[in-house]
């Protein structure tokens, strides 16, 4: 059974920076493209940051700048780091992993409030 944990969430003022952290584990899988997704109060989730297994990413037009997404193969972990964060950037941040012959995975979320 594979499972997703993410961790790093919390309340931060505007300019400040947060860095997110999604561990994958179970048995017998290999990460493949891995995502971050957010969810913002009365919206619908979005795409945040792509990362592909060679370390290739992609980001939305809202964070490119201020967002890095990254991953640790050795320690099947994806990483965001969020800087100059801005109280639009608050949501739910959520994991989204691609396994190579298992299927897509998702965390359960972590909250981020971005306010003074």
């Known amino acids: 059974q594979v499972q997703l944990v993410e961790s790093g969430g919390g309340l931060v003022q505007p300019g400040g920076s947060l860095r997110l952290s999604c561990a994958v584990s179970?048995?017998?899988?290999?990460?493949?493209?891995m995502r971050w997704y957010r969810q913002a109060p009365g919206k619908e989730r979005e795409l945040v940051a792509t990362?592909?297994?060679?370390?290739?990413?992609n980001y939305a037009d809202s964070v490119k700048g201020r967002f890095t997404i990254s991953r640790d193969n050795a320690k099947n972990t994806v990483y965001l780091q969020m800087n100059n964060l801005k109280p639009e950037d608050t949501a739910v941040y959520y994991c989204?992993?691609?396994?190579?012959?298992?299927?897509?995975?998702w965390g359960q979320g972590t909250r981020v409030t971005v306010s003074s």
């Open positions: 989204n992993a691609d396994l190579l012959l298992s299927g897509s995975y």
């Open positions: 179970g048995s017998s899988f290999i990460m493949n493209v």
């Open positions: 990362i592909s297994r060679g370390g290739s990413t």
